[in-house]
């Protein structure tokens, strides 16, 4: 960990150049992150997720990348804006920007910025253990990338992929993403990874969401990490009234993933979903760590995640709501579902409801259990095989969250990923 604290003291120095108030930013994150260190499992955010037990890469500049060199995507999305990000930082764009949807490199709006900009991203918490990878992420601020959204525009979709130069080395790259919606905006963000071709890699990522009065974010995202690798993504998002957000992930890596969803429904009638499935097999381990906070009333939160964890994979699911006192009128909804498949392969789940208001409608629930062998038995009477009916039991439970994306295309190109994932084509 040391090490770790040595490079970003170099990285600071390297980067002495900008913003008052950026330096500043990262000699905080540096100093808290001396402090912290990576997470043990005596913190209680990471019991299960440990990270001070593993090998993290060097952290240091993302490369410079031209619009001409930009990878081939095999995640493509009809219509939408293409957007590379390579070892954390914009790499380029294909296609056309809609009138009224700004995006530039995080760099470019540091500089830009008249002090809206610093006051964000100042917003998240570091300074306790829980927040250390919040710590290191402003540590290293620079690389990354703003979009906005003027009010009552339609934005379309963004696909922004997250990429790794490749190379035989490993190393830690931090990046932010910020995204702000006006009043009554919409966007479709689909995000997905490099796969193989981001080998090495372990990804730090920060995304904050500001979503104004009516506005509407549609949030995918495809994890597809290597083994030996990390994806890290803690998102923060903050609704005004009668905004909705959704949040639709597929988790078929084999490293490590934990994404953290912290949403705060602010105004009344605010409405957020969050989706996802996970199948980890041979050493994966995904963690979803879940906080929604009901702080205005008539606001209305869903929860549905479904696990298939098999090998020696490990799967962890933390969903907790918090409905504050005033916050009248709430609904909530959580269900986490697991299936094991292997002796070996282990779920910790924790659904968690809190309640401090009145004329609430709540629910939340979990499971863990095995193959329905009563249906298995069916399949093989229709004369599939016992491998092959499995994927198919396996690739119905899982679509059941797949299938509640919120942007077809989205949609689309999760189910694709699952049936090519189980080995069932549609």
């Known amino acids: ?34 402090v912290s260190g990576l997470p043990t499992s005596r913190v209680e955010a990471w019991k299960y997720t440990p990270l001070n037990r593993r090998p993290i890469g060097p952290v240091g500049d993302s490369p410079a990348v031209t619009a001409g060199s930009l990878p081939a995507s095999s995640k493509a999305i009809a219509g939408a804006v293409r957007v590379v990000v390579v070892d954390g930082a914009l790499a380029g764009i294909e296609g056309v920007l809609p009138n ?69 080395d490993a190393r830690l790259r931090n990046s932010r993403l910020c995204i702000d919606l006006g009043e009554g905006a919409s966007l479709s963000l689909v995000e997905s990874d490099g796969g193989e071709a981001s080998a090495q890699l372990d990804l730090n990522i920060v995304m904050q969401a500001r979503l104004a009065a009516g506005a509407r974010l549609n949030h995918a995202r495809l994890q ?59 050493e994966a ?78 629910s939340h629930g979990a499971t863990v ?9 069916y399949l093989r009477s229709r004369g599939l095989d016992e491998a092959l009916a499995r994927e198919v039991l396996i690739g119905a439970f899982c679509r059941a969250a797949v299938d509640r994306a919120g942007d077809t295309a989205a949609r689309d190109l999760l189910a694709t990923e699952l049936s090519r994932y189980t080995g069932v084509e549609e």
């Open 1 to 34: 960990m040391s090490t770790l604290v040595d490079q970003l003291q170099a990285f600071a120095t390297n980067v002495a150049d900008g913003p008052e108030w950026a330096r500043q930013l990262r000699e905080r994150g540096a100093q808290a992150f001396s």
């Open 224 to 282: 597809t990490t290597q083994e030996g690798t990390m994806q890290v993504a803690r998102t923060h998002v903050e609704q005004a009234g009668q905004s909705s957000y959704q949040y639709d992930g597929l988790d078929i890596g084999a490293g490590l993933a934990r994404h953290e969803l912290i949403v705060r429904l602010a105004g009344e009638g605010a409405k957020c979903a969050l989706n996802g499935a996970y199948l980890p097999r041979g």
């Open 100 to 168: 009224g949807l700004e995006l530039v490199s995080l760099e470019q709006a540091i500089e830009a910025d008249d002090g809206a900009l610093a006051q964000w991203l100042a917003e998240p918490s570091a300074d306790g253990a829980a927040d250390a990878l919040v710590a290191l992420n402003n540590a290293t601020l620079g690389a990354g990338l703003v979009l906005r959204v003027a009010s009552g525009v339609d934005a379309g979709r963004v696909a922004l992929e997250w990429r790794g130069v490749g190379g035989a």
């Open 369 to 377: 259990g095995q193959l329905d062998d009563t249906a298995l038995f």
């Open 285 to 362: 381990h995904v963690d979803y760590h879940l906080a929604v906070e009901h702080a205005a009333p008539g606001c209305t939160s869903e929860q549905f995640f479904r696990g298939v964890v098999d090998d020696r994979a490990r799967a962890v699911f933390s969903g907790k709501v918090h409905v504050a006192p005033g916050a009248d009128g709430t609904e909530a909804h959580q269900s986490n579902a697991n299936l094991l498949l292997s002796a070996d392969a282990e779920v910790d789940t924790k659904p968690e409801l809190v309640i401090e208001a009145d004329e609430v409608v709540a």
